[in-house]
């Protein structure tokens, strides 16, 4: 079936350091990919999202790539800030005949 | 549009007993989904209703777990004869679907679960 795998968090970084959170799947065709994200003790929020093979999602100075050739859909952010501190997840679908299916999600910490 | 409300908030029951959680999705939206979410893990679909009709439901964790959506609007999600496995938090999200793809979820705060 399909899957998403995310890398093991904690992720611990300094303010203004660059973020990367990698993501894979698995799954048939190419179905549209997902960041969400959850602040502390609030729900899960889009953060942004792709559709097809090479777009690119971004929102809030984060960006991520659909890759179809290395079913990859990374989160990066350039310059992170104490306030992006929250855990995010990478997710396929739904859409089509797509069940919805998420990561594991990733903790970020950022200090100042 | 006040976003996705999901009561009650806490359930604490005692094993062997019923439970029943209520979502309302945001007015305009066609799909509802629900999941379980535990701890350190990411939410596991449960199952999705578009309108009134439940698409998918074969992900339901057991025959214990069932869900309505009968008028289209909100959905409840009921629980028979609880286990302490079945504590989790429960979470509802809504979308609307209208052709095309990658049409995003919007999540409500959840119903934590806890069985004792």
């Known amino acids: 079936g399909d899957s998403v795998t995310q890398m093991e968090g904690p992720v611990t970084l300094s303010e203004e350091a660059f973020l990367t959170i990698n993501c894979t799947y698995t799954?048939?065709?190419?179905?549209?990919l997902f960041w969400y994200v959850q602040y502390p003790g609030e729900g899960l929020q889009l953060l942004l999202k792709?559709?097809?093979?090479?777009d690119k999602g971004s929102n809030k100075g984060f960006e991520a790539t659909y890759r179809k050739e290395t079913t990859s859909f990374h989160l990066e952010k350039g310059s992170v800030q104490v306030s992006d501190s929250a855990v995010y997840f990478c997710?396929?679908?739904?859409?089509?005949?797509?069940?919805?299916?998420f990561g594991r999600g990733t903790s970020l910490i950022v200090h100042p | 549009d006040t976003g996705v409300s999901q009561n009650p908030r806490h359930k604490i029951t005692k094993r062997g007993q019923n439970v029943t959680f209520r979502c309302d999705p945001i007015?305009?939206?066609?799909?509802l989904y629900w999941y379980r979410q535990t701890l350190g893990q990411g939410p596991e679909f449960l199952t999705y209703?578009?309108?009134?009709?439940?698409?998918?439901k074969s992900r339901l964790l057991s025959d214990r777990f069932s869900a309505e959506r009968p008028k289209g609007s909100f959905s409840t999600l009921e629980i028979q004869r609880t286990e302490q496995g079945d504590s989790a938090m429960y979470l509802c999200?809504?979308?609307?679907?209208?052709?095309?793809?990658?049409?995003?979820?919007?999540f409500g705060p959840g119903t934590r679960l806890t069985v004792t």
């Open positions: 999200a809504s979308s609307f679907l209208a052709g095309g793809r990658g049409h995003e979820q919007y």
């Open positions: 799954a048939t065709g190419y179905p549209s």
């Open positions: 792709a559709t097809k093979a090479d």
């Open positions: 209703f578009q309108n009134e009709a439940q698409l998918e």
């Open positions: 997710a396929l679908g739904p859409g089509g005949s797509y069940i919805p299916t």
């Open positions: 007015s305009e939206h066609n799909r």
